[in-house]
């Protein structure tokens, strides 16, 4: 910890006192990381388990079927990419 003259926590005087002195503990930095951490973790299990679905039911497609199914999933992969396209205000 950093200290001034008079031996008192620098973090104890203005201009750090008008902070939630919460936000500058490395334990709550490092309590957001970890939950930052695990919330990647859960979406890309998420995205895993949804290819798994996706070649799960692929399976089940009948032969004279599958072709409607790819232009179908291709059309929804266009639409994805669309959505993204818009929110990063065009194509990148």
């Known amino acids: 910890m950093i200290y001034n003259q008079n031996s008192y926590p620098i973090y104890n005087q203005y201009p ?3 902070f939630n002195q919460t936000y500058m503990e490395p334990s709550y930095l490092q309590q957001i990381q970890r939950n930052k951490f695990w919330e990647q973790q859960k979406k890309i299990s998420d995205m895993v388990k ?3 679905d ?3 039911a692929a399976r089940g497609i009948e032969r004279e079927y599958q ?3 790819v232009v179908a ?3 929804e992969i ?4 669309e959505i993204d396209s818009q929110r990063m205000g065009g194509i990148r």
């Not at 266009?78 to 990419?81: G, S, T």
Request: proline share 0%; glycine share 0%.
């Open 16 to 18: 750090y006192t008008i």
């Open 54 to 56: 996706y070649c799960e």
């Open 67 to 69: 072709d409607e199914a």
């Open 50 to 52: 949804a290819i798994s």
């Open 73 to 75: 999933c291709l059309a």
């Open 78 to 81: 266009a639409r994805q990419m």
